[in-house]
Every structure is written in C-alpha cells, then in structure tokens.
C-alpha cells in the first residue's frame, strides 16, 4: 500500500529547509546513467516554437513506460530535483524525457519571443509529440511548482485532444495562483526574491544578447520585487492588456478540474512558503482529482534526509506501477 502521509523527523520540518535543500546541486551526485543515456531532441512546440529536451531510453531492459518531467519557474532539465526523480524513476526502468519550458535551460536562441506562464499551446504540443515515443508503452507527465501548473492545464486540455496512452499527471507544489504566488515570492524570506530576481533577470540578459534587435531591458532590470518586474515586462506582451489578465491565462482555481479525464495526484504541503494552500481546499471534487496535502514539506521539498530522499519519489513509483496493472 502507498504510505500517503509525510512524517518527518522534528529536525527536518522546517519549511525553509525543505524547500532550500530540495534544489541544492550537491544532491546531483557525479553519477546519473539516466543522465549518461541521454540525448538531447528539438521538440516541435506548433507555430514555429521549439523546445529543448533529453531523452533517456532504457538501454539494457524493455522499458515499463515514458515519463516526462517539467521543471518550476527559471529551473530546468537540469535542475537537482529533476535529475534525482529522473534518475530514481530510470532506475525503475522507465524512458525519462526532461523537456525544457522556453527560455529555460539552454534553450534561449530557438525562440524570438520571450516566455511567459501562459504559452500553453506550445507545450501541449510537445508533450503530445514526446508521448509519441513510446509508441504504445504507458505515457506519465510529472510537473514540479510551474511546471506542475503546465501540467494541470495539460490534463485540462487533455479532455479535448487526447495525449497519445497518458495514464496519470502528478503535480508536486503546483502554483494554482500566480499572482498570490508571485506575492508570496516578494513577501517571504528574502533569499526566496533574491533567488527568483537574479535568475529571471539572468534569463532576459540572456535573451537580450541573442536579440538585440527586439529586446532592450536595461531600463526594467533595476526592479526590486518579481512583482514590480512583471509589471514592467508587460509592453513585451501586447496580448495581454494587464498584468491581472496574463494571471488568469494560468490561474486555475475553483471547479476548473471538474471535467478531467484522467487521474491527476497533486502533492502539496500546508507549510508551502510560495503557494498559499488555502486554494487547493477551494477546488471543486472530481473524481479523477486526487490531493494529498501534508503537513510538512515547504515547496517541492517533501525531503527525508537520512537516507537523503524525496518522499514523493515512492508516491510516484506506487502510481505508475498501478496504473500498469489495470
């Protein structure tokens, strides 16, 4: 039986620490074979968009499925949560693909245009075209804070266009509201703005050089908050008349699960520093919507350090061995 319950030792509850330690790069070790098996792919994100993955096919075994993993805000394919879940699940003998959202990791120059939370099209594209991979084989999709937004929205849009054999999306500290989150960023710990801040603007340095043309962002990159930059950002998307309209593009809050097709886990924790918990209770039932919200466990963190292992990797591994069996 899965053990749906987090129970960390005293020391290890701290929020901060959880969430701190789940991202550290000394958990990425110096041997990976998911890692080593690895080779990148440009995937077709529809109207011209690329996005950039690794895909890690089981070499020595027939595999049991393909999962692919979506990283949070200015992380990517190489992220340390990443790579451990991807290599506990390759280790299991699952096909891992780590896609790479737009303008993250070293995916910079295949786009013109600037990310954003709201470029669900391009994304669904592309796992749609990864889950093309593995032929008939199971087809899992595991998204972490961000990326577990894309994920959701991907198993809302899977209830109109069938992702090819997707048996099960599971979500670890999925944002539900940006803004309440970017909020959150802003007004917790002050390490958590620095960290988001240095990144993002690392980011629009970046695509500022490879386009130079179309981007100038020294006037903007004084920002102090995450807020005061998406504010400043805006001209960038004409699309959106306002800041409050690109949220509600990615906002998904009250019964928006309600016609779901699929199962979809969502991991999150009541001591979360950057996604409000309140909104989870909010959400309308569906049968199809399962929540495990613990106690403890800061943002993607879920950590039990000795052994030094995320808890929702075993989560994971109960949930895709089931859905083999049915």
Known sequence: MMEDRFIPRPWERNPHIQTMFGSLRLRKGCINSMVDSSKEMIIDGCSGACLLGYYSPQVSRYPMGLVTLIHGWEGS????????????????????????????GRSHH????????????????AVHNIACLCDHLPFYLVGFSMGGNFALRIAI???????????????????????KSTIAIDESLPIYRYYFLNKWKRSLRK?????????????????RTCMALTEAIMPYFPEFKSYQEYFSHYTLLGNVFTDLTIPVTVIASEDDPVVP??????????????????????????????????????????????????
């Open 157 to 179: 849009k899977h209830s109109l266009y069938k992702i090819p054999n997707l048996k099960h999306v599971v979500c670890i500290s999925p944002a539900l509201d940006p803004y």
């Open 77 to 104: 394919s190489d992220s340390a949560y990443i790579l451990s879940t991807g290599q506990y699940l390759y280790e299991k003998g699952y096909d891992i693909f780590r896609l790479n959202l737009r303008d993250h």
């Open 207 to 223: 695509k500022q050089f490879l386009y130079p043309a179309i981007y100038r962002f020294e006037d903007i990159l004084n920002r």
């Open 277 to 326: 918990i309140a909104d989870y209770y909010e959400l309308h039932k569906s049968k199809y919507l399962q929540l495990l919200i613990q106690k403890y466990g800061g943002h993607c963190g879920f950590l039990n350090f000795l052994p030094f292992e995320h808890w929702y990797l075993k989560i994971m591994e109960y949930i895709f061995s089931k859905e083999e069996t049915l």
């Open 110 to 125: 295949l786009n013109k245009g600037l990310f954003h939370g709201a470029l669900i099209e391009e994304t669904f594209h």
